[in-house]
């Protein structure tokens, strides 16, 4: 048993996986505090606990969940006024998942495929603070700083996305910011070939998740 014992919470929409971490953390003398199927259900478990005044030292995060998925989650439980670390255990190795997890505020990124004694010991270094990142998530990070920074948003640009994520149309864009309908097409095609997304509602995504509205 180590001398001090984590209390963890295990977030993964297979059953059977989450029994089998949960062995190993609890071989290992840790605790596992609250299991979650999805994000949704990771975010209220770790507000009951520190409702109850009981914090958890770390979630253990898969990404691809029903609902709520886990970068949205772990963005939830980084930024709220207690904060958890976030330690994500997932299958999903795409650099553009892996960004969006980090920038999200995991502290650590690990595949489902990692060793048992690796996960104890970035379990442990997540309960820290410190970062524990599998290669592929080094790698992708790398290129990330390697890549050009993309281009900003400018101000008009903006101010067009911030009205979509009201859930008004072209149309009614156009006739609040006194511009052609295609005008509003033009910038908001602009919108997604800056942010890297195809649809209206991954631009407005993203640019919650970047702090851009």
Do not use: C, M, N, W
């Given at each position: 048993m180590p001398s001090d014992p984590l209390r963890i919470v295990l977030a993964d929409d297979h059953p059977l996986f989450r029994s089998g971490v949960r062995a190993v953390l609890e071989t290992a003398g840790h605790r596992v505090v609250a299991e979650a199927g999805t994000g949704e259900e990771?975010?209220?478990?770790?507000?009951?606990?520190?409702?109850?005044?009981?914090r958890p030292d770390v979630v253990l995060m898969d990404l691809r969940m029903?609902?709520?998925?886990?970068?949205?989650?772990?963005?939830?439980?980084s930024t709220s006024p207690t904060p958890v670390p976030v330690l994500v255990l997932t299958t999903?190795?795409?650099?553009?998942?892996?960004l969006r997890a980090i920038e999200a505020g995991a502290t650590g990124y690990l595949l489902k495929d990692t060793p048992a004694p690796?996960?104890?010991?970035?379990?442990?270094s997540a309960s820290t603070g410190r970062t524990t990142l599998a290669p592929v998530a080094s790698a992708a990070i790398a290129s990330s700083l390697r890549a050009p920074r993309p281009e900003a948003l400018t101000a008009r640009e903006l101010e067009v996305l911030r009205l979509v994520a009201m859930g008004s149309s072209n149309a009614?864009?156009?006739?609040?910011?006194?511009?052609?309908?295609?005008?509003?097409?033009?910038?908001?095609?602009?919108?997604?070939?800056?942010?890297?997304v195809t649809d209206r509602t991954r631009a407005v995504t993203l640019a919650l998740e970047r702090g851009l509205l």
């Open positions: 990771a975010v209220r478990a770790v507000e009951d606990l520190l409702r109850d005044g009981d029903p609902g709520t998925d886990g970068v949205e989650a772990t963005r939830r439980l999903y190795d795409t650099d553009a998942l892996i690796q996960l104890l010991e970035a379990v442990a009614q864009i156009g006739r609040q910011l006194a511009i052609a309908e295609s005008t509003v097409k033009s910038h908001l095609l602009r919108v997604f070939e800056k942010l890297g």
